[in-house]
Nanobody, 120 residues
Framework: QMHLGESGGGLVQAGDSLRLSCAVS????????VGWFRQAPGKERQFVAA????????YYEDSVKGRFTISRDTAKNMVYLQMDSLKPEDTAVYYC?????????????WGQGTQVTVSS
C-alpha cells in the first residue's frame, strides 16, 4: 500500500520561498503520476502541480506557473515542490497525491498535508 508523507510547510512572508517534500513509499508500476493539491479554508481543493513518470511532463495551475517547480528524486523516492515568490493567496494546506495518471490521481493516494502560511 502506498504511503505519502509531506513536510516542509511553515510560516513565511510574501516573496519568500519554501520547498515542500513528499516521501513516497510503496510505489508500484501502476503509479505513473504524482502531484500537489492545496486547500485553503473555506475554499475548494485546487490542483497545483503534477509530474507524469510515464511521459516526463510537468503540469502547473496557471497561478503558480513560473513560481512553483515540481521535481522528483527517483532514487530517494522523493517528490518536491519548490515554491518561490510566495503570495498570501498561496496560504493553504498542501497535499501530495499519487495515482495511475495525472487526470485520475485524485482517486489515488493522499498524504496528510502540510500547512503553508504566507503573511503579507
Amino acid at each position: 500500500q502506498m504511503h505519502l508523507g509531506e513536510s516542509g510547510g511553515g510560516l513565511v512572508q510574501a516573496g519568500d520561498s519554501l520547498r515542500l517534500s513528499c516521501a513516497v513509499s510503496g510505489r508500484t508500476f501502476t503509479t505513473n503520476a504524482v502531484g500537489w493539491f492545496r486547500q485553503a479554508p473555506g475554499k475548494e481543493r485546487q490542483f497545483v502541480a503534477a509530474f507524469s513518470w510515464r511521459t516526463g511532463r510537468t503540469y502547473y495551475e496557471d497561478s503558480v506557473k513560473g513560481r512553483f517547480t515540481i521535481s522528483r528524486d527517483t532514487a530517494k523516492n522523493m517528490v518536491y515542490l519548490q515554491m518561490d515568490s510566495l503570495k498570501p493567496e498561496d496560504t493553504a494546506v498542501y497535499y501530495c497525491v499519487a495515482g495511475t495518471s495525472v487526470s485520475t490521481m485524485t482517486s489515488g493516494s493522499w498524504g496528510q498535508g502540510t500547512q503553508v502560511t504566507v503573511s503579507s
